[in-house]
C-alpha cells in the first residue's frame, strides 16, 4: 500500500478473499475477492489510516494495488537504514539490538522508541494486529483500530470497516454473519512480516513499508475454503503522537512474492493444529 500524504483516498485490506494481491504463483486468482472489499471501503478523508488487514483471502478482486499517492521517496531512509537494500548491504537488514516496545495498549505492543527502529518495529507489529482473525470480531476490531491509529481518524474508520466486515465479505471467506468459523472448522488469518524499509523519515512523521506473507482460510475437515498464503506489502505513514506512533494513512500493494516451492500441502487437520499450537511473535527492527 501507498500512502497519500495530501488525503487522498486510503484502501483499507478487508475481509474475504479480499484484498487479493497479484503476482506470484496463483497470485491472480486469489486476487478477487480481497481488492473488491478494498474498493468498497476506500476512505475519501484527509490523512486516514485504513490498514485493515482482513482483505487477505483466496481471491482479491479490484485492484487492491494500486497506490494512493504517497509523495514519497523510496530509499530516503534513516540512518538505522543507511545500508542500501539494491546495493545488497547487511546493514538494510540488520537488528537495530533495541527493545521493540515497551508496554501493551489493548494487547498489542506499544511504547516504541522515538526514532526510526522504533516506527518500523511500530509498524511491523501493526500490520499483524490488522492481519489477524481479531478484527473479525466487532468488538476487538475497535479495540484494535482505536489503539493504534491516530484518534482523528479513528471514528470514521471504524464506520467503514464495519460495513467491509460483514455481509457477503464474511460469506465469501465461508464465516457465520457474526465472523466465526462453522462447527469443526478453524478460521485462520495471520499476517507475518518479512522486512520493513522507512521511506520518508521526519522528527514526528515517518513512512514505513512492511513486506509481508499471510495465512488465510477455513482449516479443518471438510472445509472449502483451505488455508491460502499471499505476499504483499504495506505502507503506514506513522505520526508521533502522545509518547507513541500511531496509523494515520495506510496503504498496499501486491508482492513481491517468491517462486512457490515444491513442498507438499499439510492436510487440513495439520494446519488447523499448527495455528493453535504455534503463537505469534512481537516484531522489532
Request: hydrophobic residues 35%; glycine residues 14%; charged residues 15%.
Amino acid at each position: 500500500m501507498s500512502l497519500g500524504q495530501d488525503g487522498p483516498p486510503t484502501r483499507t485490506r478487508m475481509p474475504e478473499g479480499h484484498g487479493g494481491h497479484s503476482g506470484g504463483s496463483g497470485g491472480g486468482r486469489r486476487s478477487q475477492p480481497r481488492r473488491a472489499l478494498v474498493t468498497v471501503v476506500s476512505i475519501i478523508v484527509l490523512l486516514i489510516a485504513a490498514l485493515a488487514f482482513a482483505n487477505r483471502g483466496q481471491h482479491r478482486t479490484d485492484g487492491g494495488g494500486t497506490d494512493t499517492g504517497t509523495g514519497t521517496t523510496a530509499g530516503t531512509s534513516s540512518s538505522a537504514d543507511s545500508g542500501s537494500a539494491k546495493d545488497g548491504a547487511a546493514t538494510s537488514t540488520a537488528p537495530s539490538g533495541g527493545k521493540p516496545a515497551t508496554g501493551k495498549a489493548d494487547g498489542i505492543p506499544a511504547g516504541y522508541t522515538h526514532d526510526a527502529p522504533g516506527a518500523q518495529s511500530a509498524a511491523a507489529n501493526y500490520a499483524v494486529a490488522l492481519g489477524s482473525a481479531d478484527m473479525f470480531n466487532t468488538d476487538r476490531r475497535h479495540q484494535i483500530v482505536a489503539a493504534i491509529h491516530d484518534p482523528s481518524v479513528t471514528a470514521k474508520l471504524q464506520g467503514s470497516l464495519d460495513q467491509a466486515y460483514s455481509g457477503e465479505a464474511l460469506k465469501r471467506l465461508g464465516l457465520q454473519p457474526d465472523g466465526t468459523a462453522p462447527a469443526g472448522l478453524t478460521f485462520v488469518s495471520r499476517t507475518v512480516p518479512v522486512g520493513t524499509k522507512v521511506t520518508t523519515n521526519a522528527a514526528d512523521t515517518m513512512t514505513v513499508q512492511v513486506w509481508c506473507t499471510d495465512l488465510i482460510g477455513l482449516a479443518g475437515t471438510g472445509s472449502t475454503k483451505p488455508v491460502t498464503s499471499d505476499w504483499f506489502t504495506v505502507t503506514e505513514k506513522l505520526v508521533w503522537l502522545s509518547g507513541d506512533w500511531k496509523i494515520q494513512s495506510s496503504s498496499q500493494t501486491a508482492g513481491p512474492a517468491p517462486v512457490s516451492s515444491d513442498g507438499q500441502a499439510a492436510t487440513a487437520d495439520e494446519i488447523a493444529g499448527a495455528v493453535r499450537d504455534f503463537g505469534g511473535f512481537t516484531y522489532a527492527r
